[in-house]
């Protein structure tokens, strides 16, 4: 009962993708041997060969155990023989992930680009605002702040004050648009970006506990150009985040909150706290090593490190490492 066996797969990926990552990829798995095993003439054949392998793509943000790219590949070959634009932009959202994965920023740019492109062809603003969030954060890493802004007041507008609109991947598109729009403002210099992170950081709480800490992780962007300081409560809110993380199987909001509790100790005046901070930098750099974390950011933690050195004396040590 390949069709029936089918929808149970999908069903399990569904309820399972906020819960254990891991378990809804084999459902994906099993759902696209299902489909690949539908008689030619059943008309739902392609449609259904393309829902998992899109789903299996687009969760690549969340850590990449293997490479996806032939699973990209086929859903490409698909979605070009049955003109389904929307299911390959959303595709495209995890071969972004790969790139980062590997420390490919560049190549990142370009699919995120092309993404983005893909998208406003397409003209499905629910779709576009549920898959923009990596899109947004591949910007970021390569300066286009004026672009951020821009994709991010077009969210909010659109979302119109509902956090959960748009909810195809993130939980809270919404929060992750007011987040990305305060990073922007601060990088341009301009007013607002405080509240705005803190409106994002409010929502995120009542959204779902992966939303809650990654968003809360990338508020502490802020602490490297001095936007934000390292003081208590900010330990605190990063560790409350840090723990919440402990407890998914999501990869991507471990190590993004392990990145920002660990370089916001590393910013403390206190020599137990800084050393925490690098001890929690070096399992980062261990996820990103192991493929678990994104490998364009062991620059940054690199720098860490050396500045850490830096203080300590070392200054042989530090700067060829700077």
């Not at 859903?75 to 495209?92: F, P, T």
């Not at 910013?267 to 990103?288: F, K, M, S």
Request: charged share 25%; hydrophobic share 45%.
């Amino acid at each position: 009962e390949l069709e029936l066996a089918y929808d149970w797969q999908m069903r399990a990926a569904t309820w399972s993708t906020s819960r254990d990552i891991t378990a809804a990829r084999v459902s994906w798995k099993r759902a696209c041997q299902l489909a690949d095993r539908l008689p030619d003439d059943d008309p739902d054949r392609t449609a259904r060969r393309i829902a998992p392998r899109t789903m299996i793509c687009a969760s690549a943000w969340q850590g990449v155990p293997e490479p996806i790219s032939g699973y990209f590949e086929e859903l490409r070959e698909l979605c070009e023989a049955n003109g389904d634009k929307a299911s390959l932009a959303v595709g495209m959202y995890g071969l972004a992930s790969e790139h980062m994965f590997e420390g490919r920023i560049r190549e990142a740019g370009q699919v995120a680009s092309e993404q983005t492109a893909l998208l406003t062809s397409v003209g499905d603003q629910v779709l576009a605002i549920g898959v923009a969030f990596l899109t947004t954060g591949v910007m970021l890493e390569t300066g286009d702040a004026e672009e951020i802004l821009r994709l991010a007041e077009f969210a909010i507008e659109w979302a119109d004050g509902d956090p959960l609109k748009g909810n195809v991947i993130m939980g809270s598109p919404l929060a992750a648009a007011l987040l990305w729009r305060g990073v922007a403002r601060w990088s341009l210099g301009r007013p607002g970006g405080h509240q705005d992170v803190a409106d994002a950081i409010a929502m995120a709480r009542t959204a779902d506990p992966a939303t809650h800490a990654t968003v809360v992780a990338l508020k502490y962007a802020g602490l490297a150009p001095g936007v934000l300081i390292p003081d208590d409560s900010a330990v605190r809110e990063l560790e409350e985040a840090h723990a919440i993380a402990e407890g998914l199987s999501d990869d991507t909001a471990l190590g993004a909150v392990t990145f920002s509790l660990g370089s916001a100790l590393t910013y403390r005046d206190d020599t137990a706290d800084r050393q925490r901070g690098v001890e929690l930098l070096e399992q980062l750099r261990q996820l990103c090593l192991s493929g678990r974390f994104f490998k364009s950011e062991l620059p940054q933690v690199d720098l860490l490190f050396a500045r850490e050195r830096a203080l300590r004396g070392d200054l042989d040590g530090a700067i060829p490492m700077m």
